[in-house]
């Protein structure tokens, strides 16, 4: 009976590390369940849904929407000022604005692009509405890219006399005052439906919005200029509403 004991055993060089198998087993089984757990954790951590979000997703929008109004409405009343463009000779080392005055600033200075968009496909609808009907697609394209290319331009024109202004600011708050004449232009197309749609009230209209989108865009972009290069920062402001202000006149 030894003998057959002895002969069952395996050799001493099967195992050379002196591990008995029924050692080896329970390493086997516990590298198992320990290896199934990882995987398991790491399908869960794969699957699990990734978002930042932690509030519900209206809020987040009407946020969103809370703050293009209140930018629409800095821009309808802006800074107070004795006349439309006399910060022109003012420094900005002088300028102490009031605490209204503080606060759109601050407000426009939170910059998002979301505004200048929605500003600038309501104009270009309301002007493609109005144009002829085979020139509807051409004015559209026109009105929507002349406002973000000048946008652009007047910005690196900025930009390039020193202004400290960031590009984006800038973009969005000329985008923003454009908003007057988008008012101006939905009002001219209501009155040619009626007997009220004269030339004269057009150009009333059309002026109007002019000189209020220039008089909000100029006196912010004014405090990021130095006092000698303000004139040439601000003029092609003139330009570009001008031109927006002839395309709402001529359709």
């Known amino acids: 009976m030894a003998d057959s004991t002895q002969t069952n055993a395996p050799p001493p060089w099967a195992n050379p590390g002196g591990t008995s198998a029924s050692a080896q087993m329970n390493v086997t089984e516990d590298s198992g369940v320990g290896g199934g757990g990882m995987a398991d954790d790491g399908q869960e951590f794969l699957g699990a849904p990734f978002s930042t979000l ?4 209206m809020e987040t929008i009407m946020r969103d929407v809370r703050s293009v109004a209140s930018k629409l409405k800095v821009v309808l009343l802006p800074l107070d000022r004795s006349s439309p463009f006399g910060y022109a000779n003012v420094s900005q080392e002088d300028m102490v604005p009031a605490e209204n005055q503080r606060q759109v600033l601050t407000t426009l200075r939170d910059w998002d692009l979301w505004g200048p ?3 600038c496909l309501a104009l270009s609808v309301i002007l493609s509405f109005k144009a002829p009907s085979q020139q509807a697609s ?3 394209a026109a009105v929507f890219v002349a406002i973000w290319v000048g946008s652009a331009v007047v ?11 960031s590009f984006f600011q800038s973009v969005c708050v000329l985008g923003y005052c454009v908003f007057p004449m988008t008012v101006s232009a939905l009002i001219i197309g209501l009155l040619r439906v009626t007997p009220l749609g004269v030339v004269w009230l057009d150009l009333i209209w059309a002026g109007l919005g ?12 004014g405090q990021y200029i130095a006092r000698e290069r303000r004139a040439l920062a601000v003029f092609p402001v003139f330009f570009f509403y001008t ?9």
């Open 138 to 140: 051409a004015v559209f």
């Open 54 to 57: 932690d509030e519900p997703v």
């Open 117 to 119: 968009l929605f500003v």
């Open 155 to 165: 910005t690196i024109n900025a930009q390039l006399l020193g202004g400290t202004i």
């Open 243 to 251: 031109f927006l202000g002839w395309m709402i006149l001529l359709f």
């Open 210 to 221: 002019f000189v209020w989108a220039t008089r909000a865009s100029t006196i912010f972009i």
